[in-house]
């Protein structure tokens, strides 16, 4: 619950402790272990489902060791594990890693992927509010936009929704508290055929910011024999 509150990820399974609870109140002493089964969330936005997820932990007194965890997630396998400490005082401290292989994903709206990744998390509890970091490398398997761009309309929406937001301040949550430093390599090129322009292109990037607000820093390279369409004129990519 620290980790998930306010999050917008709803959660559903079936979870089993066989536990040995032990010694005095104040600091009790914990044997065991957890499993999950038939596991799921769900993400909203970015829309992210995982399903058939299976786990296991292992619980000493001040930590539980997750030994496995498998499930899919939009499609692509994922395998996993990691350690939470949770110790006697009421902070919690969580490192997760997973693997993910053949992920779809959609993000930004219309760009349509599959991905390799290997990521991992790094998440506290502190009296401010739960925070941490995402870290790791994705390979760009395929990726396509092929989306119908309105210029005039997008600009004006993301003008509007800047504003909105100017004048509607959120409050913080751990998405805003969870830093990224995530590299994003294409192994094939991203192509890009629509009203705008008819390019492929190969990028060497990184994600920064937070998963609340994601930058991107890097390279991106456009290939020859693209074409770019902005108001009646045509512009073709040369080397």
Excluded at 14 to 36: A, E, K, Q, W
Excluded at 84 to 97: D, F, K, P
Aim: net charge negative; charged share 20%; no cysteine.
């Amino acid at each position: 619950a620290p980790f998930l509150r306010g999050t917008g990820l709803t959660t559903s399974g079936i979870l089993t402790p066989r536990l040995s609870i032990s010694g005095p109140l104040d600091d009790p002493r914990i044997d065991g272990d957890l499993t999950l089964a038939a596991g799921g969330f769900r993400v909203a936005d970015p829309r992210v489902i995982a399903t058939d997820l299976e786990a296991r932990a292992v619980l000493s007194r001040t930590l539980a060791v997750v030994t496995a965890l498998t499930g899919v997630v939009n499609g692509g396998q994922l395998n996993g594990g990691g350690e939470v400490e949770y110790g006697s005082s009421a902070t919690l401290s969580a490192r997760l890693s997973a693997t993910l292989r053949g992920m779809a994903l959609e993000v930004p709206e219309g760009l349509r992927s599959e991905l390799d990744a290997d990521l991992a998390l790094a998440v506290t509890d502190t009296p401010a509010g739960p925070g941490g970091s995402i870290s790791g490398a994705v390979s760009v398997l395929h990726s396509a936009y092929r989306d119908q761009i309105a210029v005039v309309t997008g600009l004006l929406t993301t003008l509007r929704t800047a504003r909105i937001g100017t004048l509607v301040p959120a409050e913080p949550t751990l998405l805003d508290r969870l830093a990224l430093d995530v590299r994003v390599v294409t192994d094939s090129d991203v192509i890009v055929d629509n009203n705008l322009a008819r390019v492929q292109m190969g990028g060497d990037l990184r994600i920064i910011g937070t998963a609340a607000a994601p930058s991107l820093s890097g390279r991106l390279e456009l290939r020859e024999g693209g074409r770019l369409s902005l108001g009646r004129n045509t512009y073709t990519i040369e080397s």
